[in-house]
């Protein structure tokens, strides 16, 4: 059986009907850029994540530049943040030139280990950047009592984690901004690029919506410079359709994570030391991915995709590692846990709309090689 890693015309197939027809009349409409969907798309997402206010942008990326430009982040700032993460985390602050400082992760969750945070901040120390990976959040009570004492900015990479929940607040609401990506690919996922910002603070607010429209207030007056990160209005007409159905497709992903413990329990996997599953940490992981580490990964790697069995590493080389950071003088053994979870993880299909059966072929796949 042929398992993709994701499917999206399925989710298509059932918001069809809906989607389309709201689509055309936007197009009769031809107000594209901001305007009443995206205004009503901002209300609902600021409900969703209980926050005061929330801003839609034109990526994820775009929200992470963007809260750093908000603070006022630039050369010779640092920034504290994860090496094991999407490329735009550390980006985001690179380009502002300011300067990635990397910090080891939790091997159980995978996020940024707050134990080893407050070694690593000094002078120039302006924010710390956690990211909330594969669905799950990061810790962070310590993590906003370190930003407090210190008086450093608090952002939030929630890309993968919209509605996780610990405590009874969701992500992006511990931080001073939450970050938000809808790539296609994400738990709510748009039709290209789209992003949000998140904040209960007003001046915060108010600044974020001026610098997403090149700094300007009013209109053709700009008192400082920012950029088009304006979010298109018919990726909020989309999106707010599909938030509507989040719940749902989130305990649909919640429901697989179970049935894979369940079958590879059976696998004798487990027993074996061959597979380590997951394991939530935060009161409610919304399951991004599914991110097992295997032994032999690469080798097993090549055998499921023999099998058309979907898969993905994320992420093979950590950030201290890539090139275009060597400049920071990072080496080869600096942060273990990050360097060994790019050597083990392998991630694994788990969109909503995945069968038992194509499930069942997954762990039979995986055990057929270790046989």
């Known amino acids: 059986m042929k398992v993709p ?45 209980g926050t005061r206010y929330a801003v839609g942008v034109s990526s994820g990326t775009d929200a992470l530049l963007i809260a750093l430009m908000a603070e006022g982040i630039g050369p010779g700032d640092e920034v504290i943040t994860s090496p094991y993460s999407f490329f735009a985390t550390a980006g985001s602050i690179a380009r502002l030139g300011a300067r990635p400082v990397f910090v080891d992760i939790d091997p159980v969750t995978f996020n940024i280990a707050p134990a080893l945070v407050e070694e690593r901040i000094g002078l120039r120390t302006r924010a710390l950047l956690p990211v909330h990976l594969y669905g799950q959040l990061a810790d962070m009570e310590p993590l906003a009592e370190i930003a407090r004492r210190r008086g450093l900015a608090l952002v939030e990479d929630a890309a993968q984690a919209i509605g996780a929940e610990h405590g009874g607040r969701r992500a992006g609401a511990f931080g001073d901004y939450g970050c938000f990506s809808f790539f296609p690919s994400k738990n709510l996922g748009g039709f290209g690029d789209g992003g949000l910002v998140t904040t209960n603070d007003e001046a915060r607010w108010k600044r ?5 429209n090149h700094g300007m207030e009013p209109k053709y ?9 304006r979010l298109d209005a018919l990726q909020a007409l989309v999106l707010g359709i599909k938030l509507r159905r989040l719940e749902d497709w989130h305990a649909a992903r919640q429901r697989n994570a179970d049935r894979y413990a369940a079958l590879f329990e059976a696998s004798g996997l487990l027993r074996r030391g061959l597979v380590r599953l997951p394991k939530r940490v935060t009161d409610r992981h919304v399951w991004n991915q599914y991110v097992v580490r295997v032994a032999r990964r690469d080798e097993l790697s090549a055998a499921l995709k023999a099998a058309e069995i979907g898969h ?47 499930q069942a072929a997954v762990v039979d796949a995986i055990a057929a090689f270790y046989r």
Do not use: W
């Open 5 to 49: 890693l994701l499917d999206l015309t399925l989710q298509y197939a059932e918001l069809r009907a809906e989607i389309e027809p709201a689509v055309a009349a936007l197009m009769a409409s031809q107000q594209f850029i901001l305007g009443p969907k995206v205004a009503e798309f901002e209300c609902a997402m600021a409900g969703y994540c």
């Open 221 to 229: 007056y700009h008192a400082e410079i920012g950029g088009n990160f």
């Open 312 to 358: 993905e590493i994320y992420y093979p080389v950590p950030l201290h590692l890539q090139q275009c950071f060597r400049n920071l003088g990072y080496r080869e053994g600096d942060l273990p846990e990050s360097e060994r979870a790019a050597r083990e993880t392998l991630a694994l299909p788990i969109f909503p709309e995945l069968t038992e059966a194509q």
């Open 208 to 212: 974020v919506v001026r610098l997403r």
